[in-house]
């Protein structure tokens, strides 16, 4: 409820009168609310909240990303109203029954943020980064076991989370640096009508390996075809396509791997 929270002034002036929608969609644990064309989002304090504002200003222009309208912080919480992107998630029901539009559009996106020039970019996402962050949550007991893959840990799988991470330092691919969204993932992808819309949620997004966005929206066309999340199940949908439309072919390996390491965040 966006009752529970003392609203800074000047976020509080913008949306007055308004009544929000909370959005409780993902995992971020983050407090979203969406008014008629602005959303606010409210999450606790951390180093990342500067550099994912400053990340969102610096690719205003260049791909459609929600425009910071206002930035706030208190003690506990940063405040960050935006532009609200038009459009429904790509995991939307019209959406997945209609597979040729949905993995063509995917592709598209990813390739709208491959073409963006990265020198200048603020944020740099690279493996190392990743591993560090990984560290930090496998040492301070913030991996959620139960929201992995059934196959990750157990008797076919690692034996905790700790074991996963140094297999992952063992086993670094080679790098392929892009303009990497960082959770390629179909609830952060919007669509309106027969075209991309936007890119939402970009708190990991900076440079990064292409085959990691890759390998998430691989898993995420999969998830939501197999009715993973809602239960309904989409026959239709066949995620190899999406190489397809990438114009590539799929590195497994690499697939893996990213979706490994995604399991530690």
Known sequence: MISDFILPQNIGKLVSGQVPEANNTGYSGAGVFVFDDLVLKIEKISENNDATVEMMRWLEGKIPVPKVIC?????????????????????????????????????????????????????????????????????????????????????????????????????KPDYEPVLSHGDFCLPNLFMEGDRFSGFID????????????????????????????????????NADRLFDELGIKPDFEKIRYYILLDELF
């Open 202 to 237: 970009l708190g990991a997004t900076g440079i990064g390996d292409k085959w990691r966005d890759i390998a998430l929206c691989y898993r995420s066309l999969k998830h939501n075809a197999e009715g993973f999340y809602s239960g309904k199940v989409y026959s239709g949908i």
């Open 71 to 171: 930035c706030e912080k208190d003690n506990e919480y940063q405040y960050l109203l935006m532009s609200r992107t038009p459009g429904m998630m790509s995991c939307d029901k019209y959406y997945m029954e209609r597979p040729e539009l949905l993995i063509s559009t995917l592709a598209l996106a990813m390739k709208m943020l491959w073409s963006v020039d990265i020198s200048g970019c603020p944020r740099d996402r690279n493996i190392e980064v990743e591993l560090k962050e990984a560290e930090y949550r496998v040492e301070n007991g913030l991996v959620d076991i139960e929201r992995t893959e059934p196959s990750t840990f157990g008797e076919r799988g690692f034996k905790d989370p700790e074991d996963l991470l140094n297999w992952l330092k063992s086993n």
